[in-house]
């Protein structure tokens, strides 16, 4: 067993795509894997913690020993966060969130001949899960995001950071096919306060394993 650098901790865990109806038979998502969620899920119960995972609708096995916690929108996600942030040292945010959801969701199925053909959508801001657990004055646990950047990685990554209030962020280039959405491998920078630490490419369970022992260090000392 590796070490229990997480023993005693309860930590929560989003992980995947959310989704958002626009009618009884449509929605807005995108191409989350929930692949690198479920790895930290995996790697930090095996470090000893007490972990609650809510995954968006992905295909992937319970990792074992942790509790999972099932949800499709953002506004369920959020919800399901806020819960479990209640009674939780570590909040890891890998969840890829819709930031936008239908204004309104149809009670029907959208038709064609609507006449509104080339404007059928409108569009509202979703709430940030992350950065509304971090303004948290209390209960707030130790917060880390995950910043998927296709350009200028390490400085798109900084400003979230800041703006968000994280303890953490950890930055990978998804315009690499080698890493980031559905691939099994990751090449990922660790960024907080006191500077950035890039870390080999590896497998999405190895990576896993490494930044949770980097995480718990951190937020643990
Ligand atoms: O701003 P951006 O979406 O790139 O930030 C990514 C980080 O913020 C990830 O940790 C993601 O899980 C989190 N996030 C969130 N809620 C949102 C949008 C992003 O928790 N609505």
Known sequence: APAQVLQGKKVTITAGPTREALDPVRYLSNHSSGKMGF????????????????????????????????VIST??????VERAADDCDLFIAAAAVADFRPAVVASQKIKKQDGNDSDVLRLVKNPDIVA?????????????????????VSEHAAGKLQRKNLDMIIANDVSDPQSGFNSDHNQVTIIDKNGELPLPAALKTELAAELVTRIAERAFP
């Open 132 to 152: 509304t657990i971090a303004a948290r004055q209390v209960k707030r646990p130790f917060v880390v995001g995950f910043a998927a950047e296709t350009e200028k």
């Open 75 to 80: 506004n369920d996600m959020l919800a399901a």
């Open 39 to 70: 790895a930290l899920a995996t790697a930090a119960a095996r470090a000893g913690a007490e972990v609650t995972l809510i995954a968006g609708p992905v295909r992937l096995a319970t990792p074992a020993g942790v509790a999972r916690v099932d």
